[in-house]
């Protein structure tokens, strides 16, 4: 039985203000009346799973449904020097959707969570003896992104025009702009999740998150009024040139399925879409003028942002997004923030992207 009394952290037991934070965590989430899992029990409509692990043994979660958002929890005594370098690997290990560690802050007495997310975003709530002021800000933070809902699914039809199969004068371009994103650094080194994980876990990893590895940005541009081309999830971004497995054609959105349609080749086996897919999807509905998006893992000086950081593929994000793009002066030509995450950026194609943002772009993205 857990102990649902919150109690003050007690940094000298092992764990202690893990088991603190955790409990503490629940009551509220549960006060909010959102469904919170316990242990792996079978999780038929998805909720929020805490999961303490201890992070000299981290032990994965093993959802048993994609809709259960996981919180991996872990508790350590000194404060890492680069929060994310130390999160990161343990919300991988975890298997967590976001990771939050806790360690004690010495000069104050208090205590400071530090969370990371699969887009690689860091930030921490600071916890100065307010055991309810501190959950409820935890909890407001964390909510948006655990009930938001991730449009991942793909449906692959092979009824792209045979003229389409070894690509176009489009698909060229995508070609060009994965290289120069490579040329300017943009293209960070993927993640080496496969030396942190065992290959069991690597497997539940992808079919979770529907992604083929950990790589991130994407590119794509506008076919006709309907249809765009868009780069695959996890591929290398330095050779997108293969039409099914590194280029896809988005054809469009089945809201029931929460799935993305592509045209695909027959007798090819396609890789699933990048999943900001559905956000791409959008603008281009909205906006005629808009004939290429890019998506990168960096900052620009002077630009709107979206105030929550939902997770990458979620309706949720690719609503603020779009809804900040059509707030802005000039939709076609828009340069949108992604809070603790990146960059959206609509052009008329690729190379005048390119040509807008070059010696303007930040590789640090700003954490908050
Ligand atoms: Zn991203």
């Given amino acids: ?46 909720g929020i799973a805490l999961h303490p692990i201890d992070i000299d043994a981290p032990k994965s979660f093993r959802r048993k449904n994609r809709a259960v958002f996981v919180v991996g929890i872990g508790e350590s005594k000194g404060v890492p020097e680069i929060p994310l370098a130390t999160l990161y690997p343990l919300q991988l290990r975890s298997l967590g959707n976001i990771f939050i560690l806790l360690i004690p802050d ?38 948006p992104l655990a009930t938001s809902t991730l449009i991942i699914e793909n449906e692959f039809v092979p009824d792209l ?36 994980l065992p290959e069991a876990d690597l497997r539940h990893l992808k079919q979770m998150f529907n992604i083929g590895g950990l790589s991130y940005g994407n590119v794509s541009a506008r076919k006709d009024d ?10 290398d971004k330095t050779k997108l040139e293969e039409i099914g497995p590194e280029i896809l054609l988005v054809t469009d959105f089945i809201p029931e399925r929460r799935a993305m349609r592509l045209s695909v080749p027959p007798n090819v086996t396609p890789r699933r879409v990048s999943v900001d897919a559905i956000e791409h999807f959008m603008i281009y509905r909205e906006h005629p003028s808009v004939g290429a998006i890019l ?17 990458c593929g979620t309706i949720e994000l690719a609503t603020a997004v779009a809804d900040l793009v059509r707030q802005s002066p000039d939709p076609g030509h828009a340069v949108i923030g992604l809070r603790n995450h990146g960059l959206t950026i609509t052009g008329e194609s690729l190379d005048e992207i390119f040509a807008r943002i070059d010696g303007k772009i930040q590789r640090q993205v700003p954490m908050a």
């Fill in 1 to 46: 039985m857990t102990d649902t009394t919150i109690k003050r952290p007690a940094p000298e037991a092992p764990n202690a203000l893990r088991d603190w934070f955790t409990n503490g965590l629940r009551a509220e989430i549960e006060s909010r009346g959102l469904p919170v899992i316990q242990g792996d029990e079978p999780a038929e409509r998805g």
């Fill in 106 to 143: 010495g000069t104050h007495g208090g205590v400071e969570a530090f969370v990371s997310t699969l887009e690689q975003g860091s930030y921490s709530f600071k916890y100065w003896g307010d055991d309810q002021a501190f959950f409820t800000e935890v909890a407001d933070r964390l909510t």
């Fill in 161 to 196: 025009e045979p003229e389409l199969w070894g690509g176009d004068e489009i698909t060229a371009s995508i070609t060009r702009a994965g290289k120069l994103l490579d040329e300017l650094d943009l293209l960070p080194s993927p993640f080496p999740i496969d030396s942190y």
């Fill in 226 to 235: 309907l249809r765009f081309w868009m780069s695959a999830s996890g591929v």
């Fill in 295 to 311: 998506h990168i893992h960096a900052w620009m000086e002077d630009i709107p942002s979206t105030r929550i950081n939902y997770p």
